[in-house]
């Protein structure tokens, strides 16, 4: 009986685990494209990121050759494909005047392997970059 009442409190502390537990922090440096084509800093407002905490991400954006590029269209989708879902909030991604772009209203709902994609478009060429983090 001491054991069924241990693996129910077990099941009890990680069903209900505070809304702000730590994960894992995004990489550092330069994230290269799929074809070459671009490279990608990510700098997370929450560090490292945390489950259930809606955030913003500030995206610097460089082509091969290390030039800023501040006029690309990118798009950013995702999920934890073990599971076969996607995200649970709809990122949106914004020009900001220092030629950073912000993608804001993320928010990862549950630990574990997420795939995330970010499709940049700039000059009719497009490349993608894939991050993935196990949260």
Sequence with gaps: MSKKV???????????????LMAQALPKGMLESEKRLYKLSIESELNPIAINRIHSWILRLQDSSGTSVHDAQISFDGGMPEHNHGLATAPSIVHQEDGSYLLQGLRFHMMGYWELVLTINHNDVSDTVLLTLDL
């Design 6 to 20: 241990f693996s129910t409190g077990l099941i009890f502390i990680i069903a209900f685990m505070p809304a702000g």
